[in-house]
């Protein structure tokens, strides 16, 4: 018999950021990048796993019905004074459960390590702003910091679509309104819920997701019609977050998008998390602030990931971020090692790492 309130305890007293229940194995904890099995726990058995489904689903007929006709469900659980986002799939036709533990408060916006220039242009009035990374890399935390911020200081009109909601807001200087997103919840589709937000006179728009070109279509009409439109979108860097808005197009309608792309993007964040030496996690930023260089580039035939990058490098001083200065004053720093830096760039970028380390040892002289 599996005792999840036990597992869960567990995974709270040891800051555990998700807990992986697989069968054939005990428990899993992810703390700070590293997954430990909880020792105390028995091998989990195909009964277990059919006993921890019963524990989420707790007869919701719904939520039953869209795990069995699609073989997924992605649901959000409340335990204690914490927020689960459960997700439950199949392997060798045996459910499987991975869970994000999200506390109910937000850490300090400054402890974050975002950078300044994103809380200046989240000021904007209209436009799209992207927030990017690969899984766990903290885009969530990131982009509820920014509501938060404006919540605190803005009298806005703020929409989260979500898919579970995870943290709760309440409304401060602005108002908030969280939906979320799927079969039986508040809106059954991202698209559908940004359309719908043209008829809720909201300022600011924020998408959990964007993952097809109809989520992309809705946030661009948005942004095009007078509104500020926060997204994430599961790319590692920049460069690539252009090329994959693009490509949501068939090279028909590639001309015309990039137009509109060009015209109402205005900032990308993409960010990765590394196990600093302290044992904590870093924030490593990459930052593009769309000017009249990168909207040309935008706008050109082929879009080039290098001249994407060089543009980046070159606008330091209009609040762009590279990864490689990221990299380079986080070692320079201390908080990372080189061999860290040079794991997250091409072999082909290191000498440029090593210069950049360079310089900016001997302005810290």
Do not use: W
């Not at 690539?240 to 197009?249: A, G, K, P, Q």
């Not at 990372?336 to 440029?352: C, G, P, R, T």
């Amino acid at each position: 018999m599996v005792h999840m309130n036990k597992i869960l305890d567990e995974a709270i007293k040891k800051g555990a950021s998700d807990v992986h229940l697989i069968c054939g194995l005990k428990p899993m904890l992810r703390i700070l990048r590293e997954l430990v099995e909880i020792e105390s726990e028995d091998v989990l058995a195909e009964d277990d796993m059919t006993e921890i489904y019963d524990y989420f689903i707790r007869g919701n007929i719904d939520k039953d019905k869209i795990f069995n006709e699609t073989r997924k469900l992605d649901m959000s659980y409340e335990y204690e004074d914490i927020r689960l986002r459960v997700n439950i799939s199949l392997s060798n036709d045996i459910p499987l459960f991975t869970l994000r533990l999200i506390r109910g408060e937000l850490p300090p916006y400054e402890s974050l390590g975002i950078p300044e220039i994103v809380r200046t242009i989240i000021n904007q009035p209209q436009g799209l702003i992207l927030v990017t990374g690969k899984t766990n890399s903290g885009k969530t935390t990131t982009l509820n910091a920014l509501i938060n911020e404006i919540n605190e200081t803005k009298n806005k009109k703020i929409l989260t679509l979500e898919n579970p909601v995870e943290y709760r807001h309440t409304s401060k200087k602005s108002v908030i309104v969280q939906k979320e997103i799927g079969i039986g919840n508040d809106s059954l589709t991202f698209s559908d819920g940004v359309k719908n937000s043209l008829r809720e006179d909201c300022d600011i728009v924020v998408i959990g997701e964007i993952r097809d070109r109809e989520t992309m279509d809705a946030a661009i009409e948005t942004a095009e019609s007078g509104h500020l439109v926060i997204g994430t979108l599961h790319t590692k860097s920049c460069a690539e977050t252009l090329d994959r808005m693009i490509n949501f197009y068939d090279i028909r309608d590639q001309a015309s998008i990039k137009y509109l792309i060009a015209s109402l993007l205005k900032l990308v964040l993409s960010q990765r998390l590394l196990k600093a030496l302290d044992g904590k996690l870093a924030l490593v930023p990459e930052v593009m602030v769309v000017d009249n260089i990168v909207a040309g580039l935008i706008r050109k035939e082929k879009l080039g990931v290098s001249e994407v990058e060089d543009a980046i490098q070159s606008g330091l001083d209009k609040g762009n971020i590279s990864l490689i200065n990221s990299l380079a004053k986080l070692f320079v720093e201390d908080r990372i090692s080189l061999e860290q830096a040079k794991s997250q760039i091409e072999e082909k970028n290191i000498e440029i790492l090593n210069r950049t380390i360079m310089q900016m040892k001997i302005k810290k002289q």
